[in-house]
C-alpha cells in the first residue's frame, strides 16, 4: 500500500490496495491517514454495492440520505448521484447538476450528525466535474485573535439549503420545512483535538443571538477566511476512486462544470456519528 499527500493544505491518494481484502491493521492505517488528511481517496476500486456499504461501516454507521429521490431502491443507505441530470428534452436538470456546488459540509441540518461522506467515482466525463475539498483547521487558525475570541462562544442553525432553503427542489414536500439544527461555529475534533471553524454557508439559516443584518456582516467576514491559503485540494475523478472525507474538518464543493452530455456519476453514502451531532432545535 502506498499513501501520498494529494496536497499541502489536505486530502491523501492511496493506491496499491484492494479495499475488498485488507486486513484490520491495514484499515487502520487509512484511517490514520485520513484522519490527518481530512480527505482520502483509494484509487482503482471495483466494487459491488455490497463492498461500497461495508467500507463505508468500518467508518461507522451509515443511514439513508434525507433526499429520498436517488435513494437506491434496494439499499436506502445507497445515494446514486447524477443520475438524470439531463431531462428528456436535452436541457440540463439544474438541481441534479448543481447538487453539492457551493462550499459546505455535509448534513449540519441532519439530527443525525454526519461525521464523514463517501463517494465512488463510477462514470467520470472527459472534463469539468472534480470536487474541491477545504482544511478548516487551517480556517480556524487563519483568524485574526479578535474574530476568534468574537466567535467562540457563538452557535448557528443549519437547515437543508441554508436561508433561501435552494437546493428543497430535491426534497419530497413532507422534507422540506424540517426544524433546524444547532452547531458551534468553532468545534473541537473529537479525535484530532484540533479546533476548526464550521462554518457551512450552503445551509446556513441564522446564527444565534444576532439579528439578520448582524449575522450577514459576520457571514462576510468569515467568508474572507473559509478557505485559507494553501488549504485547498482539487480532487480530479478517476473511475474507481472510492473518496472519504471528514465533514468535521473540511469543507468541500463539487464544480458543476463537466459537459452536460457526458455522464458523472457516484456511489455516495452517508456516515453518521455522535460526535458530529448537533442540537435538534423545535
Ligand atoms: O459531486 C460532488 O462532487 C460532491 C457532491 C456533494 O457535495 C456530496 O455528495 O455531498
Ligand atoms: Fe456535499
Request: charge should be negative; charged fraction near 25%; include cysteine.
Amino acid at each position: 500500500m502506498h499513501i501520498e499527500k494529494a496536497s499541502p493544505g489536505c486530502g491523501a491518494i492511496v493506491t496499491g490496495i484492494d479495499i475488498r481484502s485488507i486486513s484490520d491493521s491495514e484499515f487502520q492505517l487509512i484511517y490514520r491517514a485520513w484522519l490527518e488528511a481530512g480527505v482520502i481517496c483509494i484509487r482503482g476500486q471495483e466494487l459491488t454495492i455490497e463492498d461500497f456499504l461495508s467500507y463505508g461501516r468500518r467508518f461507522g454507521e451509515i443511514f439513508p440520505h434525507l433526499v429520498k429521490k436517488s435513494r437506491h431502491p434496494n439499499h436506502p443507505e445507497l445515494t446514486v448521484m447524477g443520475t438524470n441530470a439531463r431531462n428528456a428534452d436535452g436541457t440540463v436538470n439544474r438541481p441534479v447538476y448543481t447538487r453539492g456546488h457551493g462550499w459546505h459540509t455535509d448534513g449540519p441540518w441532519d439530527p443525525k450528525g454526519c461525521k464523514a461522506t463517501q463517494l465512488f467515482g463510477l462514470e467520470i466525463p472527459s472534463r469539468g466535474g472534480d470536487t474541491l475539498f477545504a482544511n478548516m483547521a487551517m480556517a480556524y487558525n487563519s483568524l485574526p485573535n479578535t474574530l476568534k475570541k468574537r466567535i467562540q462562544n457563538l452557535e448557528a442553525d443549519y437547515v437543508y439549503g441554508g436561508v433561501s432553503r435552494k437546493s428543497s427542489e430535491l426534497l419530497e414536500p413532507e422534507d422540506r420545512n424540517l426544524p433546524p439544527v444547532r452547531h458551534p461555529l468553532i468545534r473541537t475534533h473529537s479525535e484530532t483535538g484540533q479546533k476548526t471553524l464550521y462554518f457551512n454557508p450552503t445551509h446556513l439559516l441564522r446564527i444565534v443571538g444576532l439579528s439578520d443584518q448582524e449575522a450577514k456582516d459576520l457571514f462576510q467576514e468569515l467568508e474572507q477566511y473559509q478557505i485559507a491559503p494553501g488549504a485547498e485540494y482539487r480532487h480530479k475523478w478517476e473511475v474507481g476512486d472510492l473518496v472519504t472525507w471528514d465533514n468535521r474538518c473540511t469543507l468541500h464543493s463539487a464544480t458543476a462544470d463537466y459537459p452536460i452530455e457526458e455522464r458523472r456519476v457516484h456511489w455516495r453514502c452517508t456516515i453518521a456519528s455522535d460526535d458530529a451531532k448537533g442540537v435538534l432545535i423545535s
